[in-house]
């Protein structure tokens, strides 16, 4: 299996971005999260990592997946995406597996059929 490393500067901007989109200051994100300023910053700044508690509790604060936190940030993308994918499938029966990859897949070809009439 390969290894997943994560770009904690592209994570720290990614949680940076989305703070200063919600209009969030430091303080005002302390007071929803009650994560200290000094970690946020540190966390913003890609000079602390983040722990998977804080990384949950800023997602939920900014009302985004932590995915959404992630996927830049993650070194090797592809393992990545199998990855995130290999745990939205766990503890699905064989045929919940099957009802959404087959969803996943006419999907895809609405999208590709969307894309070329642009």
Known sequence: MKTIAIDYVLLGK???KCRTDKHLSYKEFH???????????NIETGNS???????????????VSVDYLLIDSLKNKSGAIHFMLGHAFEGLTKEERNVLT?????????????????
């Open 14 to 16: 990614n949680i940076r």
């Open 31 to 41: 007071r929803l999260s009650n994560i200290s300023i000094k970690t946020l910053r």
């Open 49 to 63: 990592k983040v722990s998977i508690s804080n990384l949950i509790i800023i997602s939920n604060t900014l009302n």
């Open 102 to 118: 087959e969803t996943g897949h006419m999907l895809k070809k609405q999208i590709i059929k969307f894309e070329a009439a642009n």
